[in-house]
């Protein structure tokens, strides 16, 4: 790990390389695993705040499903907050277009200029994932079958996980810290 202010980076973050290949894995991460998306308190209340922005792009099946379970809930398993689910696994703002390809109706929603809030934060970084580690954060990268041709597609144009995810990182930790990050990466390759 890799201490960088207030967050301890895992080196396959500079040394693993990836590129979402959506025509690939048809956005699987929104359907595939054992819960919804991770979701802070303030996502909640933005989410909350712009829903009825955000509903014209939901498909029936989940607008039925928010209006009888909401749109988050508390994992069972260890209590975190997350994006509610239909029963098939998919995630209650995946919609699907015109080439079966799953996206997101929040993110939609964004791009329409719908609402100022994107997507959640857990969505716009994966691979990566955020943990508490004590006082820091952790920034791990979360290894999945799926993502087999994001990581190719990576090899192939020689993108690392943290250039790949330059926004997502600059939105969440902001443009000084991924500068520094930037440099850190540099030193740390060249000691490769």
Not at 60 to 72: C, F, N
Not at 107 to 132: D, M, N, Q, V
Not at 171 to 191: M, N, P, S, T, V
């Amino acid at each position: 790990m890799i201490l960088h202010g207030e967050t301890l980076i895992s080196e396959d973050i500079l040394e693993k390389n990836f590129i979402c290949n959506l025509e690939k894995c048809k956005g699987a991460c929104c359907i595939e695993g054992d819960s919804g998306a991770p979701l802070t308190e303030a996502e909640i209340e933005q989410i909350g705040k712009d829903l009825k922005h955000i509903k014209p792009y939901l498909t029936p099946k989940s607008l039925k499903a928010i209006e009888k379970k909401g749109y988050w809930e508390k994992d069972k398993k260890d209590g975190e907050l997350q994006t509610t689910c239909l029963p098939t696994g998919e995630c209650n703002f995946a919609i699907r277009d015109e080439q079966g390809i799953l996206g997101c109706g929040i993110e939609k929603a964004w791009k329409e200029g719908k609402t100022k809030f994107r997507k959640p934060i857990s969505c716009h970084l994966y691979p990566i994932r955020l943990k508490t580690v004590g006082e820091y954060t952790g920034i791990n990268y979360n290894k999945w079958s799926i993502c087999k041709p994001a990581c190719k597609l990576g090899d192939a144009h020689q993108v690392p996980v943290y250039k790949f995810l330059k926004d997502a990182l600059v939105r969440r930790f902001g443009k000084k810290w991924y500068r520094e990050l930037e440099e850190i990466a540099e030193e740390y390759l060249k000691q490769g």
